[in-house]
DNA sequence: AAACATTTTTAGTCTTGGCTAAACATTAAG
DNA sequence: CTTAATGTTTAGCCAAGACTAAAAATGTTT
């Protein structure tokens, strides 16, 4: 497996999780940042590789093997992320980056030891679970934060959206994993949301709201 | 810099010890396993980038700016080997080929975090020395124990074949970085040396003395 | 100094993973 | 139900990094 036929599997893998049909080239292009007629191209030889099923003007999805291998490769990311924070005093808006990088490192060993180091962590640093050494994946019942009704109390458990800007501009707010949140109340004009978070009034966009996850508390 | 550029570096780092003069395409080639063909069409691409000096048919050096490169891929190299003997339990023969794919990571940041975490190490499990983030690096005055004459005694600091066949057999004759050894005798025919490592006796042939480094004690 | 042997480079080819432009399918409108 | 818009694939091209075979430079003998 090259690395960016790994990056390939991953991104199918994600998008997989927002859509039940096949997953077009075109969606997997824009998340790539590549070219649908690119896409086509490698997705014609992840079907060669029988690591996804692909019908012409139909998308793709992951086989069996598929799924696997792009379970290991979220798995190793998110261990990554884990060990950044944990063990090296990465912030959290910090890690993703590397992990792009160390995700490719080969060694089942390496990845089993390293879980192990760093205690068997069920979630990263963002709130998402990480599958275990055969693929098993825990699926937490989470709701975003934009569809929580007023006066609803809930813990703050993950974030859509990872990247540095929107992380940084939440540790600005001090909004963090396990942070409670009370919506306090919502306007209808452009459905901001007025919060209490761990005591504090905070008001935030929709935008915001629903790129963060939280769970009933 | 992509992989292979840094490969090539490496390679032309670790040539530069042996040898004074410029390293030929054919020296290069047999290390990385590929053909002076090949080396040569790389060489060119570097000396583009004055990574390395180059004259046809005289051979290759590193520039400053190559020297640098070539000391951080290495220093990384022994950082990792460090992070997966003390803190992942792996053996002195298994970690080298991981910190092939580690080496490559980009991220000062990480590599200086976990130079930190290590404690700031001076050599791998192997007995090399590990540069520091300005590229200094210690050179440890060390002889090859088939120099070493009978009745010296002495202690090993390094290993210069670091393969796993070598490394395995060092276990097998429980002979480690630190252990004291003394050169009984020598044996005039084949080479071979009857040794007392740490108190026991032990007979080695020429070749794995010639792949052991040690000091004076 | 010439001939031979070895080393190194050049020329031309291949594979991988991209791209653009053009052709073709599917879907949505009229 | 035909046309227009959109999405997708094909065809043809490119750069990186490898290779083989042939040419050229260098080194070693006689
Ligand atoms: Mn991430
Ligand atoms: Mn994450
Ligand atoms: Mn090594
Ligand atoms: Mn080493």
Known sequence: MTYSEENYLKVIYHLSHTANKGISTNAIANVMESKPSS???????LADK????YVKYQGVTLTQKGMFMALMIVRKHRLWEVFLVE????S???VHDVAEQLEHIKSEKLTNKLDEFLGFPTEDPHGDPIPDKDGRIASIDKKL???IGVSKKVICVGVKDSSPPFLQYLDKQQIALGSSIEVVAKEDFDHSLSLRVDGKNVTV???IASN????PV
């Open 212 to 215: 963060l996850f939280v769970k």
């Open 50 to 53: 029988e690591l996804v099923e």
């Open 205 to 207: 966009s929709n935008k």
């Open 92 to 94: 959290w808006d910090e």
């Open 145 to 147: 934060l934009s569809e």
């Open 87 to 90: 063990k090296l005093d990465f």
């Open 39 to 45: 896409v086509t191209d490698m997705v014609q030889k």
